[in-house]
């Protein structure tokens, strides 16, 4: 029996600049600087190949620049990369400045570059022979071009009945779109993977736990990512279960949230509940949060 994950979403290159204090304005500020593959998607795909599912693919968009080394990356992590070629834009770029201190917070520089650009033409329904589940990037909601192939990827998948899940993966870019469309775009996806800022956001209540069971209402299944006050898994609008965070000491938060979906999901699809699979996102997120960049493995830094 068909395993199958497709994931449809950004891949990018991450410039992960750890600082330490403030930056300071007009002059130098002191931080170790590493290269990385990135995009939530790409990321999603392969935590969820590091997760245990047998058969991992990524639908993607990348420039000609940096196609090869991606492809490879993807490859090595167990990850079947289906990346369409850009003929114009580069990569998408993502600048990670990440403060080193307790916290480890970061803060994004976006450059979407050809992740973005993907579009309907992109699309083929034989992506989804064998597979069992498609995940979709919150990312791809946030361009015309993506949005639309967004569309038809649910479309076809929900034809076929294969369930859909999907991360919002930017309060920022959220607030820009609008709560309403976005509860639109996202008609026909069961399971919700938002952050502690996303969840508040799309219901407007400032407790996630409240948040989350409102938000249960519109999706069947949500399961709402607290970072270091764990996880909360809601249906038919209740909170379900609460799942502890695994405690970590944090180096760079960035591909957390990413490293929680994925390996919710690998776990999803090999049986375990939601609040198991939750669980096991937790961990993956422990793990996630002491190393550099957002993938399992770190590879790939150059």
């Known amino acids: 029996m068909s395993t199958a994950l497709l994931v449809v979403g950004d891949v990018v290159t991450d410039v992960v600049a750890r600082h330490i204090g403030p930056l300071a304005p007009g002059t130098d500020t002191a931080a170790v600087i590493r290269t990385v593959p990135g995009g939530a998607g790409a990321n999603v795909a392969c935590w969820a190949a590091h997760g245990g599912c ?3 693919r990524l639908l993607g968009r990348v420039g000609a620049e940096a196609a090869a080394w991606h492809e490879r990356e993807l490859t090595a992590s167990g990850v079947r990369p ?18 080193r201190g307790a916290s480890a917070e970061r803060t994004f520089l976006t450059d979407s570059g050809a992740s973005l650009r993907l579009a309907p033409d992109d699309w083929s329904d034989a992506l989804l022979d064998g597979v069992v589940r498609l995940h979709l990037s919150g990312y791809l909601l946030f361009s015309e071009p993506s949005r639309a192939l967004a569309a038809v990827a649910l479309g076809a998948a929900c034809a076929r009945g294969v369930p859909v899940s999907l991360d919002p993966a930017s309060a920022g870019f959220l607030t820009v779109l609008g709560v309403d469309r976005f509860l639109s775009l996202i008609e026909g996806v069961d399971v919700l993977l938002p ?4 969840v508040r956001l799309l219901t407007g209540l400032p407790d996630p736990a409240d948040a989350a069971a409102k938000l249960s209402r519109h999706v069947p299944l949500v399961v709402a990512k607290l970072g270091a006050k764990g996880a909360l898994v809601a249906a038919s ?6 799942i502890p965070a695994v405690p970590a000491t944090p180096r760079d938060t960035t591909g957390a949230g990413d490293a929680f979906t994925g390996t919710f999901l690998a ?27 957002g993938r399992p493995s770190d590879r790939g830094v150059r």
């Open 54 to 56: 047998p058969d991992v």
């Open 82 to 99: 289906h990346l369409v070629i850009d003929p114009e834009a580069p990569t998408g770029t993502v600048i990670c400045l990440v403060d």
């Open 195 to 198: 952050s502690h800022d996303e």
């Open 237 to 242: 609008g209740a909170v379900r279960a609460r």
């Open 267 to 293: 776990a999803l699809l090999a049986g375990a509940q939601p609040e198991e699979a939750a669980a096991e996102g937790c961990r993956a997120g422990a793990m996630a949060v002491e190393k550099v960049g």
